[in-house]
């Protein structure tokens, strides 16, 4: 059963009603559940048992430190992409020996810190990043670790803003050129060649081009292996889909014993980088409805949330299933459900059919991963607050912004 789920009418997280958090913290407020997290984390944990294994949160999805810290407690790494994402992750308390750094444009300064953090590893996306690694490493006198991330020109069958392992994306060393890369880090006294890797892209809804991607790193570390090149893990990334409305993506346990299928009898470690799948299920938006206006070709829900809260549906015409807080007697209505940025684009959900009113509480679901962590304060609105439910207790994980602290960095010209 859902974390989320109706007693006597009303929608609870966990055992506490939503309506309750609005009274408490105000809409729009994002609301997460621990056993959800704890549980989509366990899962990954379960079907991995007896495999040597990191699963490093791909951090990005969701960056709140209440969660990295959870996830921390349990054993988790972290996948990070910036050296904002390295402070904030060292700042939760994640071990710097968890932690995996993957990205196209890592900066000197972002290099520097992670070799400083002494990170387990830097996943290479291009032979100027790994040059630019050696020259950081020579100065700092220290041994960068790392692996490549290889693209292994595979089709996700996903978004197209979110396929990345296909060879006109801008990520990872291309499969052909991987070999003579291996073989220039390998000679480099600054280098600790550790590991292969793939992320092919998010929200995949299949086990093929996973198992595709992992086949074509295998023949690769095999080749690398005749050349004395010997890696210690293989790290396949994260993507694994969940489910928004009707995907039915494959269950993390299926998707595992693939992956394990596929690596029995080699010696690698594996790291995972899932993101998505941990947290998306694990959270919600809560809004409210300012106000209902009916008309023709549409009747609009005009809600207090909007596209800088929850940017998907607007940048991908991602679907989230919005449910009211209170069910409800009388007909449905079919409903634009939008908020209050001035912007066409600016929509939770498209031709929804509620039974709703003015004043009414709507949850917006799968909204853990990529939800808070894209938002913005576009049309000056200060972000949404996070509250995570661990039984009937309420946690308050992040305050809402204040409207002052958004234009605090901003100065007037002199004069005047
Ligand atoms: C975004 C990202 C992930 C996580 O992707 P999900 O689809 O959220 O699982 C993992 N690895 C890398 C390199 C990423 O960029």
Request: net charge neutral.
């Amino acid at each position: 059963m859902s974390v989320f789920a109706y007693r006597d009418g009303t929608l609870c997280a966990e055992s506490v009603p939503l309506p309750e958090i609005a009274a408490r913290f105000g809409t729009p407020c994002y609301v997460y559940s621990r056993a959800a997290l704890e549980g989509a984390y366990r899962a990954f944990e379960t079907a991995l048992a007896g495999r040597e294994d990191l699963i490093c949160y791909a951090m990005k999805a969701n960056s709140n430190i209440a969660i990295l810290d959870l996830f921390a407690r349990m054993g988790a790494g972290l996948d990070i992409v910036s050296g904002g994402e390295l402070a904030r992750g060292l700042a939760a308390g994640a071990a710097p020996g968890r932690i995996v750094f993957s990205g196209v444009g890592k900066s000197e300064a972002e290099i520097r810190a992670g070799l400083a953090a002494g990170i387990r590893c830097f996943n290479v996306e291009s032979a100027s990043e790994l040059a630019r690694i050696v020259r950081v490493a020579d100065a700092l006198g220290k041994r960068a670790p790392v692996s490549l991330r290889v693209n292994p020109d595979v089709d996700p069958r996903t978004h197209p803003y979110i396929s990345t392992g296909l060879k006109e994306n801008k990520f990872g060393v291309a499969y052909d050129e991987a070999l003579a890369l291996y073989r220039e880090a390998a000679r480099s006294p600054h280098l600790d060649v550790i590991g292969v890797g793939f992320h092919i892209g998010s929200q995949l809804a299949e086990v093929a081009p996973f198992v595709d991607a992992l086949d074509r790193l295998l023949v690769l570390a095999r080749a690398l292996e005749r050349e004395g090149i010997r890696l210690r893990h293989l790290d396949i990334g994260g993507g694994l889909g969940i489910r928004y409305r009707e995907e039915q993506p494959p269950a993390v346990a299926d998707y595992i014993a693939a992956m394990l299928e596929r690596l029995a009898g080699r010696p690698f470690a594996l790291l995972l980088e899932p993101g998505r799948a941990l947290v998306g299920n694990a959270g919600i938006l809560l809004t409210r409805v300012e106000y209902l206006k009916p008309g023709a070709p549409h009747n609009f829900a005009i809600v207090d949330a909007a596209m800088n809260d929850l940017m998907r549906p607007s940048l991908y015409d991602a679907w989230h299933d919005i449910l009211p807080v209170a069910r409800r007697s009388g007909a449905l209505r079919r409903y634009e459900v939008v908020g209050p940025v001035c912007e066409t684009g600016d929509f939770l959900g498209r031709d929804r059919d509620l039974a709703i009113a003015e004043g009414d509480l709507l949850a917006v679901m799968s909204a853990g991963a990529y939800g808070m962590s894209m938002s913005s304060n576009y049309n000056s609105r200060p972000r949404a607050p996070e509250v995570l439910v661990d039984g009937a207790a309420v946690h308050l994980i992040r305050s809402r912004e204040t409207v002052e602290s958004l234009f605090a960095l901003e100065r007037r010209l002199p004069g005047g």
